[in-house]
């Protein structure tokens, strides 16, 4: 037996998917644009401290970062500030 049926519907028309895909692009932007943002801070955060560390205030952003083992954020093209 038709389960649309079962339940008194006469078909998935009955729902309206076109709301609910907008809703779920709506959130998923949002979602990535809070990502780009808390991105940015770290970065920024991560510049300024390493600006401050001893020894390493000639090298580069990236070169920094090299030096202490980490890695600039994904994503970013070498050189990008």
């Not at 998917?17 to 970065?43: F, P, Y």
């Not at 920094?64 to 083992?69: A, I, P, Q, S, V």
């Amino acid at each position: 037996m038709n389960v649309w049926l079962a339940e008194g519907l006469q078909d998935t028309s009955d729902f309206d998917t076109g709301s609910q895909s907008n809703r779920v692009r709506d959130i998923h932007t949002a979602a990535a644009k809070q990502h780009k943002q808390d991105m940015d801070l770290l970065e920024q955060g991560q510049r300024r401290v390493t600006k401050k560390i001893r020894g390493l205030e000639h090298l580069s952003y990236e070169g920094r970062l090299r030096e202490l083992g980490l890695q600039p954020g994904e994503g970013k093209a070498a050189g990008t500030p």
